[in-house]
């Protein structure tokens, strides 16, 4: 399970992207949200205000499997947009709070494939792979 | 099917989102996206290069619920976040061109579910409801 070096480049320049959960009706539901790339165990990890009590926390127990999307411009038009798409599983976890004294929790996402768009120098235009 | 006066204003305002299909085996899938309110038709109309050959375009025919967010930030923090989901059933359709010489393959969302943060001068924070 690794992502490779362009991918992680990329993820630890943003801090935004959107997660498509599965309700529980099995529909499509997205969401703005911040995360980080964890580099230590290779997955992305999503906080936010009240998530322990978000629908997108409760949702990814039931449907595990998620997308998580990163996009941005780096000019006009297709040709300067950059995109990366996460797809995996989704767990609940923990996160001790940098001062220690609270904890924090996450929705942590394991890749199992990546799409991406003018993501590296080796690769303009679209590139996917699987990282499992 | 009617979406109020705010969330009319708001899509009107933003021209990107990002949209979230499933894919043939069930799983959510997650892509940027240009759209445009059509507000003969009070849907989302979805556009884009090689359209027609996209994957999600063939995502909808199978399972045609979907959920596209549109966001942005006024200024920093969670209080200057704005944000609308519009979860939806989607279809293949076809617009004529500006010139009238050629069609263009659209995703058309025609909203059932609207989740709002801060759209909306009598709406702050969050604020949902049912559009059929």
Redesign the interface.
Known sequence: MALEEATIRYLESQSKG?????GRD???????VGFRYNAELGTIDIAG?NMETSTKYKNITIHP?????V?DAIGEG?EN?R?L?I?GRAEQAVADSEQGASVSHLIRIRPRRLISWNIGEGHPGLYSYDAD
């Open positions: 959107r997660l498509a959960t599965l099995g529909r499509p539901q997205n969401k703005p205000f499997d998620v997308s998580f999307v996009d297709a947009m995109m798409e797809r």
